[in-house]
C-alpha cells in the first residue's frame, strides 16, 4: 500500500523559503487521477489544506496561500515538494502530506507529519 | 468562503457510551466530499468516513456517518479506550478547495 514520509528543514528563518518533500512508496506517483496533497496544522489555525498537484503540473491553492505556495512533483524520484516563501511565524505548523484521488471526496493515506518552526 | 462548524468542542464521555459529534456547513455542500477523520496525539489524522457515510477499510462498524446539504453527523456507538481522540470532518463546496472544521475531542469522563 502507498506510504508517505514528510523530510525537511525543521526551523526555517522568518522572510526566508520553507522547503518541504514527501516521498511515495509502495506506488507511483503518476497512478490516474493522483493528486499529491500538502496540509498544515497548528493551535491557531486547525487543519488547513495548502494545496495539490497532479504529476502533469495542474495544481491548486488555498486561497489564502496560493500567492506563496508552490507544489511540484519529481516524477524521477517518487517525490513531491512544497515551498512555501516569505514565511513568518504564524506558518509554524505540523506539515503533512497525502494522496488525493481526483473526483472522490477524501484524502488517505497521509504521512507522519513534520513539525516546522519559523524562527530566527 | 464556506466555514465548518463541528459541535460540541468537547465531549466527556465513559467507555460504552454512545458519541454523536456535530459539522454543520455555512453553505450546502455536495455529501460526496463530505468525510471525517480521527487524529490522536502525536499522530497524523486516519480516514474514517467518506462521503458523509461510508466507512473506510478497515473501521470498525460501531462508526456511523449520516447527513446532507450542510448537517452531518458521526456516531460512535459504544465507545471504546482508542476511540478517545479528536475527531475532524472536512468538505468542498467549492470544488477543488477544501475546508476543515474545528475537531470535537472526545475525551474520558
Known amino acids: 500500500q502507498v506510504q508517505l514520509q514528510e523530510s525537511g528543514p525543521r526551523l526555517v528563518k522568518p522572510s526566508q523559503t520553507l522547503s518541504l518533500t514527501c516521498t511515495v512508496s509502495?506506488?507511483?506517483?503518476?497512478?490516474?487521477?493522483?493528486?499529491w496533497t500538502w496540509f498544515r496544522q497548528s493551535p491557531e489555525k486547525g487543519l488547513e489544506w495548502i494545496g495539490y498537484?497532479?504529476?502533469?503540473?495542474?495544481?491548486f491553492y488555498n486561497a489564502a496561500l496560493r500567492s506563496r505556495a508552490a507544489i511540484s512533483v519529481d516524477t524521477s524520484y517518487n517525490q513531491f515538494s512544497l515551498e512555501l516563501t516569505s514565511v513568518t511565524a504564524a506558518d509554524t505548523a505540523v506539515y503533512y502530506c497525502?494522496?488525493?484521488?481526483?473526483?472522490?471526496?477524501?484524502?488517505?493515506?497521509w504521512g507522519q507529519g513534520t513539525l516546522v518552526t519559523v524562527s530566527s | 468562503e464556506i466555514v465548518l462548524t463541528q459541535s460540541p468542542g468537547t465531549l466527556s464521555l465513559s467507555p460504552g457510551e454512545s458519541a454523536t459529534l456535530s459539522c454543520r456547513a455555512s453553505?450546502?455542500?455536495?455529501?460526496?466530499?463530505l468525510a471525517w477523520y480521527q487524529q490522536k496525539p502525536g499522530q497524523a489524522p486516519r480516514l474514517l468516513i467518506y462521503?458523509?457515510?461510508n466507512r473506510a477499510a478497515g473501521i470498525p462498524d460501531r462508526f456511523s456517518g449520516s447527513g446532507s446539504g450542510t448537517d452531518f453527523t458521526l456516531t460512535i456507538s459504544g465507545l471504546e479506550p482508542e476511540d478517545f481522540a479528536v475527531y475532524y470532518c472536512?468538505?468542498?463546496?467549492?470544488?477543488?478547495?477544501?475546508?476543515f472544521g474545528q475537531g470535537t475531542k472526545v475525551e474520558m469522563k
Open positions: 497525502a494522496k488525493y484521488i481526483e473526483g472522490l471526496g477524501w484524502f488517505d493515506p
Open positions: 509502495g506506488g507511483s506517483i503518476t497512478t490516474a487521477g493522483s493528486y
Open positions: 498537484s497532479h504529476y502533469t503540473g495542474r495544481a
Open positions: 453553505q450546502y455542500g455536495d455529501k460526496k466530499y
Open positions: 462521503g458523509a457515510s
Open positions: 472536512h468538505l468542498s463546496t467549492d470544488y477543488p478547495t477544501w475546508t
